[in-house]
Structure formats: structure tokens, C-alpha cells
């Protein structure tokens, strides 16, 4: 072994951040390997490096025995007093048997060792960082498309993008720039592998902290999110500080923070609604655009109905069941919606005492990119 070699492992040990010794090592049992393999010994050996001058020898360790049945592994005492009179039984002697060519072969094995510990201290780099990136937000460049996944480059590693976590109004091509959100970081074999998500809630609430900085800042709180993903989304926020409008802080001038999120989401139309810990109120709000008229709450079964004005009903109850299956997500109730009409004749409407939530109406806001319309 060179001293140029033991160079390059000080070299490799500042730019990497692997320890010299635990190459040494490593190349250490390597040879040990390649002596045995390539001169067809069997017997028990030690490499010895000297890293001041780059020397190595190979030394066969024999157990010293009153009567040797294996001449590779042991050596009697008479010989071993030969060579040193102060031997004695159960010691163990070391000759140097270092063949004449191994140099040509020590150099190739100790570069594949490098070489290999290299690349296994990049990946474990390279996952030690991305670990700590897990649920958060990353922007990458497409790579390549198949059936299955698509190849997102996060500069040192290519995420894969699963066909399921891609939104459907998206169409993807190589070289486009999107934000990802990193579901899943796992160790293989092969190196660590990244699974991204561009439906994932935590996608949008990664989003409003980047635009919004009361919610970097921890002044307004996102409390929660439900997303029908390229479609519609609805995501309660709530502050402390009563000076501070939380929706209207998510909105921004002239709408545009949410605006900026719309359009990194393809015209996915945003609910954004006032959070409350009392179900009423929340629920309420997290029917808008539709206006409420009482909300009446079942505490055991976790559940609510919720008596809007007939023209609204259609509205409140939204495309497919949309706009009622969000709000239930959101709110984590159940929400039964019946029109003002239907809960009269059902006699739970009107309530005494029940609250007025028509005069909530402006607390909530729904962008709508396609028509740029705040309802």
C-alpha cells in the first residue's frame, strides 16, 4: 500500500466525513479477504498497515500446542521455541507471510473498500438529511414519466411522485419545475428512497406558511385541513391576538397570497374559514360559501344538523356532496344539511334561543380562480 493512499483517506475523511480509521479498518478485513481467496490460504492472518510510511504485511497468527493437527493454525512448542525460547503453551506466534505480489492486489481491493464505504457514507448523507426534510416541502424538476411514478429531482436524489399522489388536473412533462410534499423517506438497499405527494393536505398548509407569514410566524394558526386535491380544498385558522384577522391575513392584499397558492395548485378553488372551539360556529363556517341558519349538535354521536335557507341548500350541500363532505373533514363532525322548509315541517326549526349565524357571513372567504370571484 502507497502513501498516496492513506493520503486520499485523509483527503476522503474531510470531504466526506468518514473516519480514516474506520477505512483502515474496513481495508484491513478487505485484505484479509483477498489474501485468503487469491493464495488459497485458510489459515488465521492479521494485515498490518503502517501509516507512517504505507507498508503492509501479512502475518499468520498459529496457536503454540504440545501436538499440532493442523499445521496452518498451529505450531508445536519446540518450534515456536526455535524461533523464540520464551514461548510457551496457548500463546500465539505471528509469521509474516506476505506474498511478493500482493501490492497489485491490496491497491484493487482497497479501492473497491473505499469506494464502497464512500458511496455507503453519501447515501446514509443523503438520508440523515432527507429525514429530517419528512412532511415538509421541497421544490424539484421532472425528470422522466412512466406508468407508475414520476422521477422528481431533489438535487442530490430523484423522489418518486406515485400516480395516485399526482393531482388529476396536472399533466407533468420533463424539466417542469412543481413543489413536492416528502411523504415517506425509507433506507434500502439501493440507498434511500423518497416518495412524494402533490395531493397531500400538508401540501397546502405547507404552502400558506411559505405566503403567509403570520402562520410562519405562529400568529395565526392553521387548525385544520380537508382536500379534495385539483378540485377544492377548505382549511380553518384561528389567532390568539385579537387584533389580527386570521382570514384575512391568509387572504392578503387584494387576495394575493392565496391567490399565488392557487396557482402553484392549477386553479384548485380554497375555502378558508375562522376555526371555533364551539361546533356551532365551526360548522357554520365551514359550510361557506353557504349561508347557515342554525346548527343543531348531537354531543354523543358527534354530530349536527345544519337548517339553511332553501335557496341555499344546494349550495351548502356543493357539487356531488363536495362542499358537506369537506366541511365534515374539516370540522370532524358529521353534518346532516336540511333546507329551512324541511326543518320547519320537521319542527326542529326554528329554536328559541338558538344563535344567529347570518351575521357571521363575511368571516369566511372562498377564492375562485377560474372567475377571480370572493363570495
Known sequence: MSSELLDALTILEKEKGISKDILIEAIEAALISAYKRNF???????????????????????DVVEEVYDSRLEISIDEA?????????????EIEVTPKDFGRIAAQT?????????????????????????EDIMTGIVQRLDSKFIYVSLGKIEA??????????????PHDRIKVYITKVEKTTKGPQIFVSRTHPGLLKRLFEIEVPEIYDGTVEIRSVAREAGDRSKISVHSDNQEVDPVGSCVGPKGQRVQAIVNELKGEKID?????????????????PSKV??????????ATTVVVPDYQLSLAIGKRGQNARLAAKLT????????????????????ENAPVLLEDENDDFTFDFDTEEVE
Open 332 to 351: 370532524g363532525w358529521k353534518i346532516d344539511i336540511k333546507s329551512e322548509s324541511e326543518a320547519e315541517k320537521s319542527g326542529i326549526y326554528p329554536r
Open 40 to 62: 488459497n490460504q485458510a489459515q488465521n492472518v492479521r494485515v498490518d498497515l503502517n501509516l507512517a510510511n504505507g507498508s503492509m504485511r501479512v502475518f499468520a497468527r498459529k
Open 293 to 302: 341558519l342554525d346548527v343543531i349538535v348531537n354531543e354523543d354521536d358527534k
Open 272 to 288: 378558508i374559514v375562522k376555526w371555533s372551539d364551539d361546533p356551532v360556529v365551526f360548522v357554520a363556517n365551514a359550510l361557506s
Open 81 to 93: 521455541r526455535s524461533i523464540n525460547p520464551n514461548y510457551q503453551v496457548n500463546d500465539v506466534l
Open 110 to 134: 482497497a479501492k473497491q473498500v473505499v469506494t464502497q464505504r464512500v458511496r455507503e457514507a453519501e447515501r446514509g448523507v443523503i438520508y440523515s438529511e432527507f429525514i429530517d426534510r419528512e
Open 160 to 173: 418518486l411522485l406515485p400516480a395516485n399522489e399526482q393531482m388529476p388536473n396536472e399533466r407533468y412533462k
